[in-house]
T-cell receptor
């Protein structure tokens, strides 16, 4: 079965610093999803990447998917306390018209100190 | 506004009891999913359904049961056979027309 590993498991940064979270899959991904979660709440969708080499940005967050579609990174520029939370990557296991299953990494806990 | 509603937000279960968690969506999504989240861990798939009246086991289905009688609803029953049910449960749905997975706000189940 597909496994996703995130690194680091936790990250503490000073406000204004840049940071990167990585997500590595044991198999080729059919869609890579990044979510943010506040403790005890649901997941908020950030970005979806599907094509090898794809890169997307929204505000100060940039996500990339490598050419082989097995590694993704999430980069936050000039971090703010509002960026704090748990970041999860999810990988789809099916392409085409199938809905498939979404497998998640263990999450990265981000703390941003003012 | 369209979305996924999970209820209740908090649920307490006594040893040996079955409890049912509700998940309702008005997004017209075809596929629905149940995940379990334990502290410090990611989400693990319990069951999923891609069409009404059909569902498949995920990675940790033992001790759980589901039904999908309506497109909008995908309730999860945590049975007494589940040895360690205390966790945060999340429901999600998706449609190929959308491409993303939408999540509910979760139910925190505690065994007392």
């Amino acid at each position: 079965s597909q496994e996703l590993e995130q690194s680091p498991q936790s990250l503490i940064v000073q406000e204004g610093k840049n940071l990167t979270i990585n997500c590595t899959s044991s198999k080729t991904l059919y869609g890579l999803y990044w979510y943010k979660q506040k403790y005890g709440e649901g997941l908020i969708f950030l970005m979806m990447l599907q094509k090898g080499g794809e890169e997307k940005s929204h505000e100060k967050i940039t996500a990339k998917l490598d050419e082989k579609k097995q590694q993704s990174s999430l980069h936050i520029t000039a971090s703010q306390p509002s960026h704090a939370g748990i970041y999860l990557c999810g990988g789809g296991d099916a392409g085409g018209t199938s809905y498939g299953k979404l497998t998640f990494g263990q999450g990265t806990i981000l703390t941003v100190h003012p | 506004d369209g979305g996924i509603t999970q209820s209740p937000k908090y649920l307490f279960r006594k040893e040996g009891q079955n409890v049912t968690l509700s998940c309702e969506q008005n997004l017209n999504h075809d596929a629905m999913y149940w995940y379990r989240q334990d502290p410090g861990q990611g989400l693990r798939l319990i069951y999923y359904s891609q069409i009404v009246n059909d569902f498949q086991k995920g990675d940790i289905a033992e001790g759980y049961s589901v039904s999908r009688e309506k497109k909008e609803s995908f309730p999860l029953t945590v049975t007494s056979a589940q040895k360690n049910p205390t966790a945060f449960y999340l429901c999600a749905s998706t449609s190929t027309r959308v491409g993303g997975y939408t999540f509910g706000s979760g139910t925190r189940l505690t065994v007392v």
